[in-house]
């Protein structure tokens, strides 16, 4: 079992820049591969950055690369999703996702494990 945690969200002006942490407890081998989704409203969850935590490679969709940059810290088993120039587009709550793979994904279903998720808000 896996338990993820996430923090860091909130309330910020466009521009501006927020760093969400997701803290993950539970079995290593089930969280092999970590992600960062967002879900807007009326929208389908999208993924936003994927990091194979053995080797630390990464997957970003297009529209991410630039702008966020996911990172990990094995000590803690945290991963961090750093966001900078923020736009009102951006608002959605942002989750964490772990599974047992071998790669990283951007897609939803493959992950087993979701954290609460964490609001964050970009508004003048």
């Known amino acids: 079992q896996v338990h993820l945690v996430e923090s860091g969200g909130g309330s910020v002006q466009p521009g501006g820049s927020l760093r969400l942490s997701c803290a993950a407890s539970?079995?290593?081998?089930?969280?092999?591969?970590m992600a960062w989704f967002r879900e807007a409203p009326g929208k389908e969850r999208e993924g936003i950055a994927s990091?194979?935590?053995?080797?630390?490679?990464?997957e970003y969709p297009s529209f991410a690369k630039g702008r966020f940059t996911i990172s990990q810290d094995n000590a803690k088993n945290t991963v961090y999703l750093q966001m900078n120039n923020l736009k009102p587009e951006d608002t959605a709550i942002y989750y964490c996702?772990?599974?047992?793979?071998?790669?990283?994904?951007?897609?939803?279903?493959?992950?087993?494990?979701w954290g609460q998720g964490t609001q964050v808000t970009v508004s003048s």
């Open positions: 996702a772990a599974a047992n793979l071998l790669h990283t994904t951007l897609r939803a279903s493959r992950y087993q494990y």
């Open positions: 539970g079995n290593p081998d089930s969280r092999t591969s």
């Open positions: 990091i194979y935590v053995r080797t630390g490679r990464i």
